[in-house]
Structure formats: C-alpha cells, structure tokens
C-alpha cells in the first residue's frame, strides 16, 4: 500500500514540477471544455456554471486586457473580489502571463490592504465595484475594476496565442499568513505546490468524480484558495463558490439545494451549525475542517446531525495539508479523540523542539522555501541544520503515530510549573449550554506565585445572564471535566471574540487586554 501512495505522490510531481509548467495548462487547458469548473450561487440560491471552455477564452481575453496595462512575468497582481465569475477568470488570465495573484480578503479595510500591496510590490489591483472604495489614491497603484466597460473590453479583445511557461519552481501566488500572532508574512506558493494541493484532494478530502465537492472556505486566504480553487481545478473537480456572507441556515440551504455531498469548512462553520441541533434533508458522504482544531462536542454531534462524522484536518499557509484523518479508503482509519490524523503521503512528520514538525529531506510534496524578504524569520523556521521546518503549533504523537495539537507554540500557557494547552480547556468550556464561543490564554499571575494564570474570555448565549454565577459554573466544569490545575482563575464575558478574517482566533490580542 505504502509503494502504491508513494507512486502517486512520484506521478503528481512529475505532472506539476516540470522545468515547462504552464500554469494555465495544468489548472484549465487539459480539462474537458464542456466540463463545469465552477458553480457560482448567489445569496438567493440562484446560480449559474462556467466551463472550462468559458474559463478559457474569457481568461485568455483578460490576459491580453492586463497584457496592455504592463502585466507581464513575474509581475504581482493583486486581486480584491468576492466569490463571484470574475474572480477566477482574473485568476486564470494573472497565471496565463505568468504573473502572481496576491490575494486580498474583502473583509479587509485600506490599512491591510495597504500592507499587503506594499508586502507584495504590487503595481495594479483588479477589483469590484463595492470593492472600489477601500483603494484611495493613498494606496498608489493601479486599478482595474470588473464591470459591464471592462467586459465590453475583454469581449473585444483578441485571446491570447498562448501562456507563459514558468516551471515548476515558478511564483504563482503570494499569499499573506493571517497574523494570529503578529504582523503577516509573506509566502510564495511555486507551481509545483499543485502537486500537494492535488494529493490532499484525492487522499485527505476524497473528492471523487460523482461529489458535488463544496468548500466553504474563502479564496482571500490559503484553504479557500488552495483547496476551493486551485485544488478542485488542478484534478477537474468541481466547486461551489457561494457569494454571500455566512449563515448557518444559508450553508444548509445551500447543501440541500445543490445535494452537496463532500464539504470542507472552518471549526467556526461547525460549532455554529450545531447551535441548530439535527439538520435534515442532506446526504453528505464526507465532511471535513480545517484551521483551528475541532473541540470533541462538535465531533460527537456531526454523526447525529449530519449523518456522517467530521475529520479535523491539520495545515498552515506555508504547507497547505499535511496532517490528516484522511478520508480516502487508502489511507482513512477511526478517528481518536482530539487527533488530528496521521501525515499524508509525500510528508514525514514528527516533533522537534516540543513543536510540530515536518521532515524537509523526506517531503517531496514540501515546497515552502522562507518567507518573502525576511531571512531572520525564516530562519526561526527551520532547524540549524535545515533538515526540519518547525510549524511553531505544540503538539505530541502517540504510539501509533497519530498527531495532536496543543497550542501556537507563544499561546501555550505555564502556569504554576505545567504546560497547558488552551485548546484542551476551551475544548471542556464550550460544552457548557450558555457558552457559544470561547478562547483561553494565559497572563502574567498578579500575585507573582504561579507564573501565569488561564483567563478565558468568553461568550454567552443570545439571553443569557453573564455574571458571578455562569463564572463559577465554569470553572467548577473545567474542574470536574479536565483537570483542577487548570481551570480559569479569571473568566471575562466579551460580545465577540478577535478572529482573523479566516476565523483563527488572535490570542496575542486577547493578551494585550
């Protein structure tokens, strides 16, 4: 079995890390023209498909457009859209140049974009028109903003003869991680990463030809974008792209409507579909999660209420997947309680310096190479030696070679001479019935005697009474359900928690308070 995943790993690469990788070609050209790439819905549910051939000639129209405006390789393009038509054919006419997509999530206001087009050095944005606004003349680059003008200019134009060839070690992204613990930094993602985007398709997410495959992830950060866009288009699958805001009752409805039957979805998207209770009327084959791990209650209620179990995935921007209770009958087993599965084929893992750990020497699908200008933090990455890149998450492995997460290795509390992980204590916090969200940290202990003490912050249900007594009550459940050393001395009620716009929770804000 080992030799036959190993063969697919060796075929994946040769496909996408070749010295003549045509970006375009490998994402679009190959594909059968009357296949859907993409089904586009609408807040209202309506929703309308794109070919492959369409996808084609309009990005081959665009290219020639951005040609004219000075785009040419190398070239960093930054693109700030929601899920709509035009965002892929953007995409694919950026990667047709042998440009580079920065993308820029539409919850940003001007300063993070402004960070992120300095970061970048990119010369022109395409965006949309409720877009516009956030680019003031004090962001100093070119606009290009999608419309009934621009599309009467791409229609005009002739296609381009043909794409540029930039190998496999060749820019096609730069992509900003999401500043959980301080300032973004940039990562550039080469073609050959395709490869890995490809193989967690196939063995972690199963998406197969008869799915009707959804990630619900959006494409300004690096699971939306790796799996909800060049993943599903570098093996020819299908993926839904609904533009509009986050809803539980809209994410069911738009499972039913469309018969989703492979999911993929932040914790966050979980733990609120499960304030809804049991979801009838869908019949999904695979669900999955990724970017924070999922808390035990959420696990135990997806079996009932969704029919099928959820599997936590583990990655970072700079990995994509590499940690998976993988669904792919080659490789799935039963789940372990707070494990997050075992390392995907074409990655070794292990624990080096109490953080998780990926083996460079033996990772062929590994492609993250350092951060963009910024040698000093790269370096902190890696070992001296080079052979490991340390992902700065806590963790351990048990006998069996499942993997766990603690914590970020900074987010890690010490209190009274133990390690203790917030994730374990959120994990006891949320199953109380007047909680619905919930983040723990540790601060300096005002009386100097334990080192640190927990301080969770959390949220209360819609009508719920926040007060000495709901405190006490969770503490008390800490106590009895996890361990007494590490229960919160403080609890501190807030409206919201401080989320990146990709849902991962700011601690070091939390910190600060």
Not at 108 to 127: E, Q, S, Y
Not at 185 to 196: D, E, N
Not at 284 to 312: I, N, Q, Y
Not at 328 to 338: K, V
């Amino acid at each position: 079995m080992t030799t036959s995943l190993n063969e697919t790993v060796d075929a994946l690469l040769d496909t996408y890390d070749r010295a003549d990788a045509v970006v375009a070609d490998l994402l679009c050209d190959r594909h059968d023209a009357d296949a859907v790439a993409f089904t586009f819905v609408a807040a209202d549910l309506s929703a309308h498909d794109m070919t492959y051939g369409e996808l084609a000639d309009t990005s081959r129209r665009l290219a020639t457009v951005l040609a004219a405006r000075g785009v040419t390789r190398g070239d960093r393009v930054a693109v700030l859209m929601g899920r709509r038509r035009e965002l892929v054919t953007t995409l694919l006419a950026i990667w047709r140049l042998g440009a580079v997509h920065v993308p820029l999530f539409t919850a940003f206001a001007t300063g993070a974009i402004r960070t992120r087009l300095d970061g970048a050095g990119a010369g022109i944005v395409v965006t949309e028109p409720s877009q516009r606004a956030k680019l003031d003349s004090s962001v100093g680059v070119d606009v290009l903003e999608v419309g009934a003008e621009l599309d009467r200019l791409v229609e005009s134009s002739p296609p381009l003869a043909s794409s540029a060839a930039v190998g496999g070690d060749g820019p096609m992204v730069m992509l900003f991680t999401s500043g959980t613990t301080g300032s973004p930094k940039g990562v550039l993602v080469p073609t050959r990463a395709l490869a890995a985007f490809h193989s967690y398709m196939h063995f972690g997410l199963d998406v197969t030809e008869d799915d009707v495959f959804w990630n619900a992830a959006d494409p300004g950060w690096a699971y939306g974008l790796y799996y909800g866009v060049l993943g599903p288009l570098a093996c020819g699958r299908r993926n839904l792209l609904l533009d509009a805001g986050f809803t539980p009752e809209s994410t069911i409805a738009t499972i039913k409507r469309f018969g989703v039957t492979n999911f993929a979805g932040a914790p966050t998207i979980y733990r609120a579909l499960s304030k809804c209770g049991r979801i009838d009327g869908i019949s999904l084959r695979r669900a999955s999660s990724a970017g924070e791990p999922l808390t035990p209650d959420v696990v135990d209620w997806a079996a009932g209420a969704l029919g099928v179990e959820v599997r936590d995935h583990y990655g970072q921007t700079e990995l994509g997947m590499v940690i998976s209770n993988a669904w792919n009958d080659a490789m799935a087993e039963p789940l372990r309680p707070g494990s997050m599965g075992k390392p995907l084929p074409g990655y070794q893992a292990g624990i080096v310096d109490g953080q998780i750990a990926v083996d460079v020497s033996h990772s062929p699908l590994l492609w993250f190479a350092g951060y963009h200008d910024a040698p000093e933090r790269t370096a902190e990455r890696f070992t001296a030696d080079g052979r490991w890149y340390r992902t700065a998450d806590t963790g351990r492995v048990d006998d069996d070679g499942f993997f766990y997460f603690t914590a970020r290795d900074d987010d890690v509390i010490l209190a009274a001479g133990y390690r203790i992980g917030p994730t374990d204590v959120e994990s006891v916090i949320i199953t109380h019935p007047s909680v619905v969200d919930v983040a723990v940290v540790g601060n300096p202990d005002p009386e100097g005697v334990r080192g640190e003490i927990i301080e969770a912050f959390v949220v209360p249900a819609e009508g719920v009474q926040a007060g000495d007594e709901l405190a006490a009550q969770i503490r008390q459940l800490v106590r009895d359900d996890y361990s007494a050393h590490a229960y919160p001395r403080s609890v501190r009620f807030v409206d919201a928690l401080p989320r990146t716009p990709s849902g991962k929770i700011q601690r070091f804000l939390l910190r600060q308070r």
